[in-house]
């Protein structure tokens, strides 16, 4: 269960990546990407920072990898502007989440055309 304290540091370090993404990198890797959220330990040392990166799974492997060899960067940009006792360590992580969703909506319309079909067929017959 998370506390209030941690939810508003990683609320915090949020929006300042995604600002720090946005603005503040001019690495190549970096291209479209997303901040969908972030979650902190108990002890607020640790954060799991969830990204999403417009591409294939080439360009996703590539831009975790330079947010990973950008974390040092984005927390001393951090420890400079947040008024935190310590800056968490970041950790990136591909938040699949959109994918799950799109697969569980392609295969409930697979399902419903499926059903709407064997409504039409006359009796007796199946779709089998």
């Known amino acids: 269960m998370t506390t209030r304290r941690q939810r508003q540091v990683a609320e915090l370090l949020h929006e ?18 997303t901040v969908t959220g972030v979650d902190v330990s108990a002890d607020l040392r640790m954060a799991r920072v969830y990204v999403t990166v ?3 799974k080439a360009d996703a492997q590539s831009t ?3 947010l990973t060899s950008a974390a040092g960067y984005f927390r001393h940009q951090m420890k400079q502007t947040l008024s935190l006792r310590h800056i968490p360590e970041l ?3 591909l938040d699949t989440s959109l994918e799950h969703g799109s697969r569980i909506e392609e295969l409930l319309d697979t399902i419903k055309s499926e059903s709407d079909q064997n409504e039409n067929l ?4 199946s779709g089998d």
């Open 54 to 56: 417009l591409g294939d």
């Open 122 to 125: 006359p009796e007796g017959e």
């Open 16 to 33: 300042e990546i995604s600002q720090l993404i946005q603005h503040g990198t001019r690495d190549p890797r970096l291209g479209f990407i």
């Open 91 to 93: 950790r990136f992580k």
């Open 64 to 66: 975790l990898e330079g």
